[in-house]
């Protein structure tokens, strides 16, 4: 029988409730710190980024100027554009290293396509490209190969073809003065904002596909885990290939952009470009291990290699080298900070 009262008999010690207050604060802290951390790793970069332009501004009032503003958005738009690609495959777990030579492909055949108008000029890129990153997806979601070796293949394919099609680079395509793909370069009459705002318009689009649809919460579970995905029912290959394509086509209108702007398909151009595209999507926050990134962040990732080679420029005394020893710095830096980041997260 249990002691009560009634027979003189102390009731049972038992240990005093703690106060609701209380019992929320201990709940609430650690939950708070981890949103904390959670917005440092997908947000940090705007921060550093703002502190830069601050005090670039501050130093170099040239560097302020709506001028050199308008220079640093159009430089950075085809990287954005490359870059937006890369992090939905990033998020699925994968890599693409071919994104440098699908946009230098698809600027040439852009340009050489010019010839007949503007909608070959779009066309051609876009399903030579889209094609590119077509098999990249299929090769490693259907066939299961490690996607640093399926894209590390592309690269030398895509640069291959490119070569093959300018004769091994000596061959210089123009795209013809007056023609309609032109309108879309630089210049009061050209377009030269058609850049900013074409990047600006996939980035948004881009966003909202992996924050508000079905399709983006399925590259997130992909990239936490395929097993769980697959078990959860989700078309894991789908995804896989989707993204690789989407990256392919994005990185050829891209290039193809890019030729309207020079008027010709330069073969020299996008060479280490997946580097930079790497670096910037994970410079903004996006796990290299996948489950994990935003689009924003790639974007603030962006403008920050953009302004950091815009203030090389400014200083005058420095060459176009030390960008990549900046660049290569700052990726160590957010790299050691999302490490710990994580386990920051972890450990609440």
């Given at each position: 029988m249990n002691p009560t009262p009634a027979l003189g008999l102390p009731e049972p010690a038992t240990a005093p409730s703690a106060p609701p207050a209380a019992a929320a604060g201990r709940t609430a802290g650690p939950a708070g710190r981890e949103r904390l951390l959670a917005l440092l790793q997908r947000q940090g970069v705007l921060a550093v980024l703002l502190v830069v332009v601050v005090l670039s501004s501050i130093v170099y009032p040239s560097f302020g100027t709506l001028d050199n503003a308008r220079s640093i958005t159009v430089q950075a738009s085809f990287l954005a554009v490359v870059a937006l690609g890369m992090t939905l495959v990033i998020i699925t777990g994968g890599i693409d290293l071919s994104v440098g030579s699908v946009f230098a492909l698809g600027g040439v055949l852009a340009a050489w396509a010019s010839q007949w108008g503007i909608v070959p000029a779009l066309l051609l890129p876009l399903a030579v490209c889209g094609a590119i990153g077509a098999v990249n997806g299929l090769l490693v979601a259907r066939a299961?190969?490690?996607?640093?070796?399926?894209?590390?293949?592309?690269?030398?394919?895509?640069?291959?073809?490119?070569?093959?099609?300018?004769?091994?680079?000596?061959?210089?395509?123009?795209?013809?003065?007056?023609?309609?793909?032109?309108?879309?370069?630089?210049?009061?009459?050209?377009?030269?904002?058609?850049?900013?705002?074409?990047?600006?318009?996939?980035?948004?689009?881009?966003?909202?596909?992996?924050?508000?649809?079905?399709?983006?919460?399925?590259?997130?579970?992909?990239?936490?885990?395929?097993?769980?995905?697959?078990?959860?029912?989700?078309?894991?290959?789908?995804?896989?290939?989707?993204?690789?394509?989407?990256?392919?086509?994005?990185?050829?209108?891209?290039?193809?952009?890019?030729?309207?702007?020079?008027?010709?398909?330069?073969?020299?151009?996008?060479?280490?470009?997946?580097?930079?595209?790497?670096?910037?999507?994970?410079?903004?926050?996006?796990?290299?291990?996948?489950?994990a990134g935003s689009v924003s962040g790639t974007l603030w990732g962006v403008l920050l290699l953009a302004v950091i080679q815009n203030l090389i420029n400014q200083i005058g005394s420095l060459n176009s080298s030390y960008q990549s020893v900046v660049s290569g710095g700052f990726l160590i830096l957010v790299v050691v900070a999302q490490r710990y980041l994580a386990r920051g997260r972890r450990s609440t």
């Open positions: 299961g190969m490690a996607p640093f070796i399926v894209t590390l293949a592309s690269l030398l394919a895509a640069r291959g073809l490119l070569l093959a099609i300018t004769h091994e680079g000596a061959t210089t395509y123009l795209v013809p003065r007056g023609a309609a793909v032109a309108a879309r370069g630089p210049g009061p009459r050209g377009g030269g904002g058609v850049p900013p705002r074409g990047a600006r318009g996939q980035v948004g689009a881009g966003g909202l596909l992996l924050q508000r649809t079905s399709f983006g919460q399925t590259l997130f579970a992909v990239g936490g885990s395929a097993d769980a995905a697959t078990l959860m029912g989700l078309p894991v290959a789908r995804a896989k290939v989707t993204v690789y394509l989407l990256s392919g086509l994005l990185a050829g209108l891209a290039g193809a952009i890019n030729a309207a702007r020079l008027s010709s398909g330069v073969t020299i151009v996008g060479v280490g470009m997946e580097l930079d595209a790497i670096s910037a999507v994970v410079i903004g926050g996006t796990l290299l291990v996948g489950g």
